[in-house]
C-alpha cells in the first residue's frame, strides 16, 4: 500500500452544486489541487465562468462547469449527459447548493405569525429539494458504476433551536434525515460501495451571513458574539477547514462509513453554553 493512498481522490470525478459559494467554492479547489476532475455546478453563469477560469490558471486544467438551477430537471439531466459524455463516470457528488430567505427568518422584533410562507417554501426547495433532485439525477452513474459517494452540507441549525433561522433550520434538519435515508436506499439497493454521508458546518463567514455575524470594520456583531462564546475554540471557522473533512468522506479512508453527519464546528454542537 503506498503512503497515503486511503485518501487518494486522483483521477476521480467530483460534481458540486453551489460552487460559486464560499465553503462548497474552496472545497472545489481544495479538491481540484488534489488531483480530481471537477466540474462546477452553480446557479450564475458568470459566476461558474469566472470560478472556473481562476481554476485553469491558478489550480489545475481538469476543471469544467456548468449554470443551471438545482430546481430544474430537464436543466440537471442535459448536465447529466454532458459530463456522462465528457468523463464517462461520476464518482462524487457533493451538494453544496443551499441558502436562506429574509421572509424565512424571524428578526429580533417578530414572532413566528410574521414568517413569510413563500420565502419559507423557497428556502426548504433550494435545500431541501436542492439536495435531491442533482442525488436523483447524478447517483444514477454511481448505481450503473456499483461505486460512489455523496456529501450532502447540513448545518448547526439542524439539531439546535437556533434562533430566527426557521425555515433554513427546518430545511437542514431534513438533509440530515435525508442523507441517512439515501445512506441505506442506495446501499440495500446498489451494492455496499455507494456511500452517502453530510457535514455540519459551524459558522462560517459567507456572503450571506456576513453582515449578521460581523460589522463593517470586521469584527463581530452581537449575534456574531454569541456565535462566538458558544464555539469553545473561541473563533468562526476558515473557509478551507472544511475540505479536510469532505476530503475525508469521499476517500477509501472513509470506506465503512456511510449515513453519518461529521461536525466542523469548532465544539458549537458539544457545548452548553454553561
Keep these: 500500500m503506498k503512503k497515503n493512498s486511503l485518501f487518494d481522490i486522483e483521477n476521480q470525478v467530483i460534481v458540486?452544486?453551489?460552487?460559486?459559494?464560499?465553503l462548497a467554492g474552496n472545497t472545489a479547489r481544495y479538491l481540484l489541487a488534489q488531483g480530481a476532475?471537477?466540474?462546477?455546478?452553480d446557479l450564475r453563469r458568470?459566476?461558474?465562468?469566472q470560478a472556473v477560469a481562476e481554476c485553469?490558471?491558478?489550480?489545475?486544467?481538469?476543471?469544467?462547469?456548468?449554470?443551471?438551477s438545482v430546481l430544474e430537471p430537464d436543466t440537471l439531466q442535459d448536465i447529466y449527459a454532458r459530463i456522462m459524455a465528457e468523463h464517462g463516470r461520476i464518482d462524487v457528488l457533493i451538494n453544496g447548493a443551499g441558502g436562506n430567505m429574509p421572509g424565512a427568518t424571524i428578526g429580533p422584533e417578530q414572532t413566528i405569525f410574521d414568517l413569510d410562507l413563500d420565502d419559507y417554501d423557497r428556502v426548504l426547495d433550494l435545500n431541501l429539494k436542492g439536495s435531491l433532485?442533482?442525488?436523483?439525477?447524478?447517483?444514477r452513474a454511481m448505481t450503473q458504476q456499483h461505486s460512489g459517494c455523496i456529501v450532502n452540507f447540513s448545518s448547526m441549525a439542524a439539531g439546535q433551536a437556533l434562533t430566527r433561522v426557521l425555515g433554513y433550520a427546518n430545511a437542514?434538519?431534513?438533509?440530515?434525515?435525508?442523507t441517512r435515508w439515501?445512506?441505506?436506499?442506495?446501499?440495500?439497493?446498489?451494492?455496499?460501495?455507494?456511500?452517502?454521508?453530510a457535514v455540519?458546518?459551524?459558522f462560517f463567514i459567507g456572503n450571506q451571513n456576513r453582515a449578521l455575524l460581523l460589522q463593517p470594520d470586521g469584527t463581530p456583531t452581537p449575534r456574531g458574539r454569541q456565535v462566538i462564546a458558544k464555539t469553545p475554540l473561541g473563533r468562526f471557522g476558515e473557509p478551507d477547514e472544511i475540505c479536510g473533512a469532505v476530503h475525508y468522506l469521499i476517500s477509501n479512508a472513509a470506506r465503512f462509513v456511510t449515513g453519518t453527519v461529521l461536525p466542523v464546528d469548532g465544539g458549537f454542537s458539544a457545548y452548553t453554553g454553561v
Excluded: C, Q
Design 37 to 41: 476532475h471537477v466540474v462546477m455546478l
Design 172 to 178: 437542514k434538519a431534513a438533509i440530515e434525515n435525508f
Design 56 to 68: 485553469r490558471e491558478n489550480i489545475s486544467p481538469r476543471v469544467s462547469g456548468y449554470a443551471g
Design 200 to 202: 455540519a458546518p459551524g
Design 16 to 22: 458540486i452544486t453551489g460552487a460559486a459559494g464560499v
Design 46 to 49: 458568470d459566476a461558474v465562468e
Design 182 to 197: 439515501m445512506a441505506v436506499e442506495l446501499a440495500r439497493k446498489f451494492g455496499g460501495n455507494i456511500r452517502v454521508n
Design 133 to 139: 433532485l442533482p442525488t436523483i439525477t447524478f447517483a
